[in-house]
């Protein structure tokens, strides 16, 4: 369809071929990059908008030349019954020209936010300057942290942003001046192509829900395309700070519970940190269990943030590896993002980048990296994570491989003794399939080796032959088998699928 001119699909809605130099209005004006994998509908939105207005005030009709990445909309003056067409042209062939890739297709519904392209951000970064926007365009991420005058500088690089002002706290509702500021806000950057989402607060205890549900209606309302962000406390917080009584999943599931209720987010957040400088803390795979079945319930999706730093001497600098273990984990939980515990900030080392911006050997490791996670991540965003299963050592909130289980390991991993403190090792099997299904209806799984010291080499067993996804070319290679072996690499994993 990239081919198809605008002047032949003009001609297929009646022959409306007339073009005179008027107004011009071009998609790359708005920063779509249509190369495949870039998320361009913001981008695609405005300049549809653009056209849409100029419309209105012409109530003349769309014509177009070169129908190519240089496709113009030109307007000129005709019947007003003919305007109607012309914008159902624009809207259409803006969207077929670009020829985006499958997981960019999922347009967003009106009036609800969508995760679209899966989120990678982090957490700490640099001022949103061009040369850090560049950077982190290169290194993977798509999600960045601005301010209202930095949104222009996202939006020349592709980026999604988040945006922080102190107007967007639930004390600005309070105060008639702060909430006219706070409309004036919205009404101001809610149509800029590279809004994402309005950061809201980091770790709020279940005291502030109801102010913050409060805050949180008032945005979808007002704006309901963009997502209002929080992140929460994973289970080490104290029950004071998680509002609840009882043991650790006793607390953290209730508090889970009253922050879907009370709030009604549209994405859960939370950040867990494992890596001690001396041992593994225990409930990593507690808290991805706990926040997977709380986003299920609520029928939303979650992000997990991961530790890629040291910032106190208890603390460890995780390796290429554990950083591979955290994506590749989260990814078989179903996170439909992930982010990083930090980019560059004082006292914590070795960063993502240093303060004066220099990338360190952590930004070489997620340039690759992050591109696996977004590509696995989107094949498996259409379907629904039916079970998630541990082979060899059981971590809190392990459970084991059913036996109704499409997906088997032969020969079958042995039991490992789990000791609080030591590393997992053992294979984890994070089942995926059609909505509506259950654990036997699941048609993919990303399989992962969570010993992040060795190379591991699993035998896979489907229902029928089965297909392994290359995150790198984003092909599926068929494999004309119902078993196949895979060598992962430490804290490494794959996709695989029934073969189509």
């Keep these: 369809m990239r081919a198809l001119s605008f002047a032949a699909l003009t001609c297929l809605l009646g022959g409306m071929t007339r073009v005179a130099s008027a107004l011009e209005v071009s998609v790359k004006d708005y920063a779509a990059r249509g190369d495949g994998k870039t998320d361009d509908r913001l981008a695609i939105q405005a ?57 960019t297709l999922h347009a967003q519904k009106p009036g609800r936010w969508k995760v679209g392209t899966p989120i990678v951000t982090y957490w700490a970064g640099p001022a949103m300057t061009d040369a850090a926007a560049r950077q982190l365009a290169e290194g993977g991420w798509n999600v960045v942290w601005c301010g209202e005058k930095e949104l222009d500088v996202a939006q020349r690089h592709g980026l999604r942003a988040q945006l922080t002002d102190p107007l967007l706290a639930p004390e600005a509702l ?22 994402y989402c309005y950061f809201i607060t980091d770790e709020p205890d279940a005291g502030r829900f109801p102010e913050l549900s409060k805050l949180v209606a008032y945005l979808k309302e007002k704006d309901p395309k963009h ?8 289970t080490y917080a ?34 867990h940190y494992q890596f001690a400088a001396k041992s593994d803390l225990p409930d990593y795979f507690l808290n991805l269990a706990l926040v997977r079945n709380a986003a299920m319930e609520a029928g939303v999706p979650f992000m997990n943030i991961v530790q890629a730093c040291t910032w106190h001497p208890s603390m460890r600098e995780p390796t290429q590896s554990e950083m591979r273990y955290l994506i590749y984990t989260s990814l078989a939980y179903g996170a439909m993002g992930i982010s990083y515990y930090v980019y560059g900030h004082p006292g914590h080392s070795p960063g993502i980048a240093t303060l004066d911006g220099k990338t360190t050997h952590v930004y070489d490791w997620l340039r690759t990296l992050n591109p696996e996670f977004t590509a696995i991540a989107s094949e498996v965003q259409p379907l629904r994570s039916t079970g998630v299963f541990h082979a060899g050592m059981m971590p809190p909130g392990a459970d084991p491989l059913p036996r109704n289980s499409p997906f088997t390991l032969d020969p079958a991993v042995p ?47 489907g229902p029928e032959n089965l297909e392994v996804f290359d995150a790198t070319t984003r092909a599926w290679t068929p494999c004309d088998d119902r078993r196949i072996t895979l060598t992962l690499p430490p804290g490494g994993g794959m996709l695989v699928r029934v073969a189509r």
């Design 47 to 103: 300049a549809i908008d653009a056209v849409s207005k100029a419309l209105h005030r012409a109530r003349g009709l769309a014509d177009a030349k070169d129908g190519g990445w240089r496709g113009r909309i030109r307007r000129t003056t005709r019947m007003q019954s003919y305007w109607m067409k012309a914008w159902l042209l624009v809207a259409g062939v803006i969207g077929l020209v670009l020829g985006h890739s499958e997981s």
């Design 174 to 195: 309070a105060d008639p001046a702060k909430r006219e500021a706070l409309d004036a806000l919205i009404s101001r950057v809610r149509k800029h192509p590279a809004l």
């Design 227 to 234: 997502l209002a962000y929080i992140n929460l406390f994973p």
């Design 238 to 271: 104290s029950n004071e700070q998680l509002g609840n009584r009882g043991d650790t999943v006793t607390a953290y599931k209730a508090h889970l519970k009253q922050y879907v209720e009370v709030v009604k987010p549209a994405l859960i957040s939370y950040d």
């Design 415 to 461: 039991a490992i003794e789990f000791k609080r403190g030591e590393p997992v090792k053992g294979v984890l099997l994070g089942c995926f399939g059609g909505k509506g299904r259950g654990v036997s209806g699941s048609t993919h799984v990303v399989v992962v080796n969570l010993d992040y010291r060795a190379d591991a080499t699993v035998s896979l067993r």
